[in-house]
Nanobody, 126 residues
Framework: QVQLVESGGGEVQAGDSLRLSCTASGRTFRFRMYAMGWFRQALGKERDFVAT????????TYADSVKGRFTISRDNAKNTVYLQMNNLKPEDTAVYYC?????????????????WGQGTQVTVSS
């Protein structure tokens, strides 16, 4: 069992930056063995994939909508994964969720994520 706690959300203006953090804990969860992901859910919409990072941190994947603006990274010594968001746009407004997969795949598919944080709100005004 893993517990995920996100932080770093807030209200910003278009073009601004934010960095989200997610710290994982759990007696049997070995953070450094698992890829991690970020997802987001806008009001009235389904939850969408944003980015994933492999256990080592060497492999990352991004949704087309955030490529070139968002960067996912991790610090295995701190059991923490980050999402650096630059040049934010109003359409990035959503609740952002950190997630851990149920598999040890280096690039898990969105449906393989089954542990979620409580989410952190990001609001971007124009």
């Amino acid at each position: 069992q893993v517990q995920l706690v996100e932080s770093g959300g807030g209200e910003v203006q278009a073009g601004d930056s934010l960095r989200l953090s997610c710290t994982a804990s759990g007696r049997t969860f070995r953070f450094r063995m698992y890829a991690m992901g970020w997802f987001r859910q806008a009001l009235g919409k389904e939850r969408d994939f944003v980015a994933t990072i492999s256990a080592s941190g060497y492999t990352t994947t991004y949704a087309d909508s955030v490529k070139g603006r968002f960067t996912i990274s991790r610090d295995n010594a701190k059991n923490t994964v980050y999402l650096q968001m630059n040049n934010l746009k109003p359409e990035d407004t959503a609740v952002y969720y950190c997630a851990a997969p149920r598999t040890l795949s280096s690039t898990p598919r969105p449906y393989e994520f089954d542990s979620w944080g409580q989410g952190t709100q990001v609001t971007v005004s124009s």
